[in-house]
């Protein structure tokens, strides 16, 4: 959990994804800005389940692929911490 | 061998398929594969790419309509497809987006849009005529061909309905969070519904949130075509849907606890189907009234003095069951899991399919998996296991299996783990366990 005035959850949410999906990095080395899908870290759909409970259990936001934004939201470390930190509720 | 109707008994203005408020009808389903079937390329053989499960259904029917047969390939990476191709020469891919796969002609699959007149007669289709060809891994690492007969995909999506107690024309919306290439995908979330005359949903919800949604915008019953991988999720998530539904589930053990769990957070029954794509769909269960499966109506599994295979009418021989299989005398039948899965362990044979069924029987236990890791020189090769039961302990999961397996068989070490890294279809790769098991004897398997 990021403490109040902390500028951003994605250190957090790099640990939580290499948890998550049990990845053999190490989540410093996950760049901000590069894709999480497809090319980048590789990740696939069945991740993108995992990963989604993970951030509900853990933040409480339940991601939709109906959210418009959906592919901007996975779309990079740096954006997906972003909508976390607008829609969590815990 | 004589015709049978390309669709169920749909009136004209029955959905076949909706999305996003949009539906379309019987009517428009007969104008677009009509439409389409006349401007397919005069070929043998064609990869159905298409996303979107309406755009499917229009492309799969109308190569069966033109003769061709539908290749439903296990991997989609283009150089799979490109292989696949290749052992089919002349093939093409009928797809409903923009990605191409180099060196392979592509068709668009249209929608016309408008809505001809109500044909006088449904077009007709022989039951013996070849309409797809399922792949499954065989033991040289080159897929092994099943073909799948129009008599065979109606038959089992007839039978699976009737188990369900599904009727023609009922008011049902159908669901599915799997590919529609993949087999149990293709019987029950395409054949299913337009054998049935109802209506499928053509997108593929995959995040709780996104099932939940579509679930409770059905005016009438709805019906869930998953996997375990999905149902936990949902389970986890505690969503609320519209009761009395009904979900069903297949491509790997759904555990009795999980079917519990799911029974009780959808307020719906929780159907599981055991089949494998050389046979189809074989047998129903409900998972929570206990272990016993059986089979569909018109399919046999006749137990011989040391194999196992599955009858029916639509299959031309009878086909061998890769797990381990007891037969009761009325035709019931339970599993013990794959037979190649043996496993030797100090000297004792065990398959681990058992072993995984045991897992799964243990009160709490979401999902589960043993482990035997190759084996280290000179020393005993211990099982291991990674278990999903969130609130449990693994000493509390150690002690319940102690009470079903000799000493020799339980896992050293038990982990607890989050989830499991299960594929998209809901298996679990033994490389993936194996990077499971690496991960985990590298990070913390000093302190044992």
């Excluded at chain 2, 362990?345 to 999902?367: C, K």
Aim: with cysteine.
């Amino acid at each position: 959990m990021t403490r109040p005035g902390s500028p951003t959850l994605e250190p957090d949410l790099a640990k939580l994804i290499v948890q998550t999906l049990k990845l053999k990095i190490d989540p410093v080395s996950i760049q901000p800005e590069a894709p999480l899908f497809g090319e980048g870290l590789g990740l696939d759909s069945i991740d993108a389940l995992e990963l989604s409970l993970a951030i509900s259990q853990t933040y409480g936001y339940q991601l939709k692929s109906s959210d418009p934004e959906i592919k901007t939201i996975f779309s990079s470390l740096r954006a997906l911490a972003n909508a976390v930190e607008k829609h969590r509720t815990k | 061998m004589h015709d049978t109707p390309l669709i169920g008994p749909y009136n004209s203005d029955d959905a076949v398929a909706w999305q996003r408020g949009q539906t379309r009808t019987a009517r428009q389903f007969l104008a677009d594969v009509t439409a389409l079937a006349e401007s397919l390329p005069d070929r043998p053989t064609v990869l159905n790419l298409a996303d979107n499960r309406y755009a499917f259904l229009v492309g799969f029917a109308a190569a069966i309509l033109r003769g061709q047969l539908t290749l439903l390939p296990q991997r989609r990476a283009p150089e799979a497809l490109r292989r696949l191709a290749g052992d089919y020469p002349g093939s093409y891919v009928l797809t409903d987006h923009d990605d191409r796969i180099e060196g392979l002609d592509a068709v668009p699959i249209v929608s016309t849009g408008g809505a001809a007149p109500w044909p006088k007669s449904i077009p007709l289709v022989p039951l013996n005529q070849v309409v797809a060809i399922a792949f499954t891994s065989g033991s040289t690492g080159h897929p092994v061909p099943n073909k799948k007969t129009w008599g065979a995909l109606t038959g089992v999506a007839r039978a699976t309905g009737a188990r369900l107690g599904i009727k023609g024309g009922d008011r049902i919306g159908v669901v599915a969070t799997v590919p529609h290439q993949h087999m149990f995908g293709l019987e029950a979330s395409v054949m299913l519904p337009l054998m049935h005359g109802v209506a499928m949903y053509a997108g593929r919800p995959l995040f709780p949130a996104d099932i939940g949604n579509v679930l409770a915008d059905i005016a009438g019953r709805w019906m869930l075509i998953t996997t375990p991988l999905h149902l936990r999720a949902c389970v986890a998530e505690r969503m609320h849907v519209p009761a009395g539904g009904l979900i069903l589930s297949a491509t790997a053990p759904l555990g009795r606890t999980l079917a519990q769990e799911a029974e009780r957070v959808f307020q719906s029954e929780v159907h599981e189907i055991f089949g494998f794509a050389e046979a189809g769909s074989v047998a129903e269960r409900r998972t929570v009234d206990g272990d016993r499966w059986t089979p569909l109506e018109g399919v046999c599994v006749v137990q011989d003095r040391d194999s196992c295979t599955v009858r029916a009418w639509y299959l031309p021989e009878p086909v061998p069951v890769p797990d381990r299989v007891t037969v009761e005398s009325g035709g019931a039948f339970f599993l013990y899991g794959r037979e190649a899965e043996q496993v030797n362990v100090a000297g004792h044979r065990v398959s681990l399919g058992d072993l995984n069924q045991t897992l799964l029987r243990i009160d709490g236990v979401q999902d589960g998996i043993f482990f035997l890791p190759d084996e280290d020189a000179g020393l005993v090769t211990r099982l291991m296991a990674f278990v999903v039961a969130p609130g449990k302990t693994s000493e509390e999961i150690q002690r319940a299996l102690r009470a079903h397996l000799d000493p020799v068989f339980l896992p050293r070490p038990l982990v607890c783990v989050p989830s499991l890294p299960r594929n998209a279809t809901g298996k679990l790769p033994r490389e993936a366990v194996q990077e499971l098991a690496r991960q985990w004897v590298g990070e913390d398997g000093h302190g044992v």
